[in-house]
């Protein structure tokens, strides 16, 4: 399986029983693919062509916008509360840096290859890959200063699935500028150096597939000065993704040192626009919530690990009522599922506010509202063309089974609805990226030999901890 699929491995025709449109609900969808990967003609009220890839619901598959690939393998291993009885975001990343300081390069693209792999069984039609892990032991630059992007580009030339690296700007410890400590040595970088790993990632990059791309992520207001983020943004037409106001500890540095807020300290001293994506955003005020809102960027969500880590609740029904867009991301990988990521967020919506069905609206159920809203907030955070099932777009193609028994009788949103609250992921048999067809019967087609090299790292790994 490639990122660099023939036009002759791509899928021709593909016909649903229904499928999601822009304009809504339709039957007897038929569509092709055309060679470059992207949608073209689509009818409906058709009957199935001989020859047609034949599905039975088709939906716009979804971007995964935030990923820290090699967090993947820790799954699991960070579940035990140590001598600090208040075991918090801040103790987990102490561990976090012990456990990336044995990772290799190849370990690094075997994980990869295997966390697109989950996303595309999962129903992901792309992932924007947060990669801050660029250097060797003690911060030692590798001979290629790309080499670690490098290998984020390898794994999506093996997995197929589309791509978005992100090089991360890492500059300091901390608000009062301390130097890097034991484990982030291998994210630092000065300006100079930040420059050619990004010029370097755009080279890896280049190599795949046409709708792979690059942008840039200047890592935190903690991570990254006024400097850091007006230079950053210089490099790149691609987005531009950040974190911000994730934790309560990271606002009270913020608002120490600078006498504003996260949020209020970045709309007063950065042009932010569509092309921003603001990962987490747990942390906010409702002044801050409306203002973020209204700039157009992406809140980048990742309801399962904001639980796993602590972070908080997102602000989800006052940044939807205000037309914010938003869009879902794995982060720390610890568990690749589309729809527990939807499901997890509108539940904390409804725990914290003792409501129902919050994120639905009156022409939309939750399930519904879910899936626009993440299909169309992780096409515009990843820089993609995709989205939506339209004449033009990159065929980003998700296909649901028939639910089994939950889905007898049932049409339209109750579909979503049945999947996101009902099944889950285990109902996806096909997954197109850029047309690709990467996973069918629910399968990946490269599945054995991706599982084979990560568990091969998994056994190193146990070797050396």
Avoid at 58 to 85: C, I, K, V, Y
Avoid at 205 to 227: E, F, K, N
Avoid at 437 to 455: D, K, P, Q
Wanted: aromatic content about 6%.
């Amino acid at each position: 399986m490639s990122g660099q699929l023939g036009s002759d491995q791509l899928a021709r025709e593909i016909w649903a029983a229904r499928a999601l449109l822009p304009g809504g609900w339709a039957d007897g969808v038929s569509l092709r693919v055309e060679p470059d990967g992207r949608i073209g003609q689509i009818a409906t009220g058709t009957m199935a062509s001989a020859g047609a890839q034949q599905v039975e619901t088709l939906l716009p598959a979804p971007t995964n916008l935030h990923s820290h690939a090699f967090q993947r393998a820790m799954a699991g291993l960070t579940e035990r509360r140590g001598r600090d009885p208040r075991d918090s975001f801040w103790t987990w990343r102490q561990l976090m840096y012990r456990f990336l300081d044995q990772l290799t390069p190849d370990d690094v693209e075997a994980i990869a290859a295997f966390v697109q792999m989950e996303m595309a069984e999962a129903g992901y039609g792309a992932s924007v890959e947060f990669h801050y892990l660029h250097h060797d032991q003690g911060g030692r630059p590798y001979t290629d200063l790309a080499e670690m992007s490098a290998r984020i580009a390898a794994a999506a030339q093996t997995s197929g699935l589309g791509l978005t690296l992100l090089p991360v700007l890492y500059q300091r410890g901390g608000m009062d500028g301390r130097a890097l400590i034991a484990g982030q040595d291998r994210f630092g970088n000065d300006l100079d150096c930040y420059a050619r790993l990004v010029q370097g990632a755009a080279d890896a990059v280049a190599a795949l597939s046409a709708d792979s791309r690059t942008g840039v992520a200047p890592h935190s207001l903690r991570a990254v000065d006024a400097a850091g983020i007006a230079h950053a943004v210089t490099l790149t037409d691609g987005p531009i993704h950040i974190h911000l106001a994730e934790q309560i500890a990271e606002v009270d540095e913020v608002l120490a040192a600078t006498g504003q807020r996260p949020v209020e300290w970045l709309l007063d001293h950065v042009p932010v626009g569509p092309r921003w994506c603001m990962i987490h955003a747990t942390q906010m005020t409702p002044d801050e919530t409306l203002r973020l809102a209204a700039s157009g960027a992406v809140a980048g969500l990742c309801p399962i690990t904001e639980s796993s880590l602590g972070d908080g609740i997102f602000d989800g029904v006052r940044w939807t009522g205000a037309g914010g867009a938003w869009g879902i991301g794995s982060d720390s990988n610890i568990r690749i599922s589309l729809t527990e990521e939807l499901r997890t967020l509108d539940y904390s919506q409804r725990l914290r506010d003792h409501s129902r069905a919050a994120l639905a609206d009156a022409e939309r159920s939750t399930g519904r509202a879910l899936w626009d809203g993440a299909a169309a907030g992780g096409a515009q955070a990843g820089g993609r063309d995709s989205g939506a099932i339209a004449s033009g777009k990159w065929a980003d193609l998700v296909a649901i089974g028939d639910l089994g028994p939950d889905g007898i009788g049932r049409s339209g949103d109750l579909l979503l609805d049945t999947l996101i609250f009902a099944r889950d992921d285990r109902e996806v048999t096909d997954l197109w990226s850029a047309g690709r067809h990467l996973v069918s019967g629910g399968r990946h087609g490269a599945r054995e030999a991706i599982i084979a090299r990560y568990a091969a790292v998994m056994t190193r790994l146990r070797d050396v901890l």
